[in-house]
């Protein structure tokens, strides 16, 4: 019975309202080193209305600047990328969901450049807190590929959720860039569908031993 409710709650917590989206930059037309627009993918899921990029100082992950920067290629095999304005720093995009609804990444890829293996440093999901929610590194660091030599660049499948804003951070360096960041929303339920629930889960059990006894 457990086993079936936890089940149920966690497939109802997760259901999205809409199919996933993809951010990418194939949009935009932008030489190397141009600023990401601030509302560049606002609205691409309607119930996440705001994306903003930053780059920040490593350690402290304060404001270094209120954007990200573009190239067009040579991110391994990736083009038109999001990567932090200064090396040394860590990128940041940041998904704000409307009031009552979660946030999740299912996944992204990242290259290195120029079509060279990289790693990062610096590669987590945090609350709108800062609260590291997911840890990619640990103690160590992450691999990125996009050497000629091999797979050249590096997929991340992660489908991961968070009830509220989230920001995916990575670095510390510029060499690393980001495509095809697949997500979406979903509705947080109220604390009456709970209720809900709960209630038709003990039904459940009520009539499963009601049966057993028979």
């Known amino acids: 019975m457990r086993r079936w409710l936890t089940g149920l709650l966690a497939t109802f917590l997760t259901v999205p309202l809409v199919a996933q989206v993809v951010l990418n930059f194939d949009d935009l037309t932008l030489f190397d080193y141009g600023s990401i627009p601030a509302n560049y993918g606002d609205g691409l899921d309607p119930h996440i209305p705001d994306l903003q990029y930053r780059t920040l100082h490593p350690g402290t992950f ?3 600047e209120g954007a990200l920067e573009f190239w067009n290629n040579d991110y391994g095999n990736l083009s038109k990328v999001a ?3 200064a090396n040394g ?12 609804y979660g946030v999740t990444i299912n996944s992204f890829a990242m290259g290195g450049y120029p079509r060279s293996d990289r790693f990062n440093t610096v590669m987590q ?5 800062g609260i590291v929610l997911l840890n990619f590194v640990g103690d160590g660091v992450v691999p990125i590929l996009g050497s000629v030599s091999g797979p050249q660049h590096s997929s991340f499948f992660i489908n991961f959720s968070h009830p509220g804003t989230i ?3 990575w670095g510390t360096d510029w060499n690393v860039g980001i495509d095809t960041l697949a997500f979406q929303s979903y509705l947080i339920p109220e604390p009456a569908t709970w209720a809900l ?3 038709g889960g003990g039904l459940v059990f009520v009539a499963q031993r009601g049966q057993r006894r028979g």
């Open 62 to 64: 304060t404001l270094f």
């Open 83 to 85: 990567f932090a304005s």
């Open 89 to 100: 720093m860590v990128a940041e995009i940041t998904f704000v969901p409307e009031p009552g």
């Open 125 to 129: 999901i945090v609350d709108e807190n």
């Open 167 to 169: 920001r995916l951070q």
């Open 197 to 199: 629930l709960l209630l």
